[in-house]
């Protein structure tokens, strides 16, 4: 399959080199140099700074869409007129009101379009899906997630703080992950409450982001999200009626990644406990991209889409309607 980047920074370039198999024919970004040396590391790749350039070649068959907030929703517009499947980075919008008529252009066209919640892929939270789909975990209670990272000097200079670009700050960032993650395992929440409050960061959006969520069925997800966790960090616990999962790290400064499963015993008392470890390197990206590859071949269902984007975007912006009070 020929593929096209849309985005060379830091995301675009992770997703450009996950691409395997699949031959990367244009990388574009506003910066040329970054997209020349993107398109250096990709054998055959051409770079360009316009990327309506990359729409107008009927060679590509699928856009990897990278790009800061403001430009996810008008290029996978774009490239679905063009008629292009597409992978567009999370969130996908800036806001739901931005990503609801891509999702009707999407069903209109009959094209894949697939949101970038990778860590779906990572092998830990695959692992630990596949045990509480199972039922091994018995009925869910809650979750309870922690993600963050501490910036960096001059951060609040940066794209990510300034709403018009990024629609918001760290719950629209690494919040929706979690978001993502506890819809997954838990199902549509009914109910959210919460707290956005910007702390550290001279900032016009939130630096830190606490969610209470609550599922139809009474389970319910406690999450924070941190711009202010000074050494990174990701923690996401499932508790069941039987069983607790426990995933820390993602590899790289969040240490290795690891899933921790404790089993009950029928006393009770200390459980059994078994360590599954995955320090090799971080391999979700090109997961995702080899299962949004089978999506567009018919052979798999689409691992977070536009429709999980949607409900994730929806919560976080009924929490930061909050910003500096809860409820």
Known sequence: MKLAVIGCGLVGRKRALACGDHSVAWVADRD?????GLAGCLPGARATSDWRQV??????????????????????????????????????????????????????????????????????????????????AGRLMFVRGL?????????????????????????????????????????????AVGYAPTLFWNMPVEDNCFMLLQTESGACAFLHASWTEWKNMFCFEIYGRRAKLRIDGLGGSYGIERLTHYRMLPGMGPPETEVFEYPGPDESWRREIESFVKAIAGDGNICGGLSDALAALRIVERIRKSRNRLG
């Open 147 to 191: 993600y963050g990272h501490g910036g960096r000097i001059g951060y609040e200079k940066e794209w990510r703080a300034d709403p018009d670009l990024a629609g918001g700050g760290e719950a629209i960032d690494q919040g929706i992950h979690l978001v993502d993650l506890a819809r997954w395992i838990l199902g549509d929440f009914v109910d």
């Open 55 to 136: 729409l107008d070649d009927p060679s590509v068959e699928a856009v990897i869409v990278a790009t800061p907030h403001h430009l996810l929703a008008p290029i996978t517009l774009a490239a679905l007129e063009a008629d292009k499947h597409v992978l567009v980075e999370k969130p996908g919008a800036r806001s739901s009101a931005e990503l609801e008529p891509v999702l009707r252009k999407a069903q209109a066209s009959g094209r894949v379009v697939k949101v970038g919640f990778n860590h779906r892929f990572h092998p830990a939270v695959a692992r630990a899906k596949r045990i509480v789909d199972s039922g091994a």
């Open 32 to 36: 040329p140099r970054r997209a020349d």
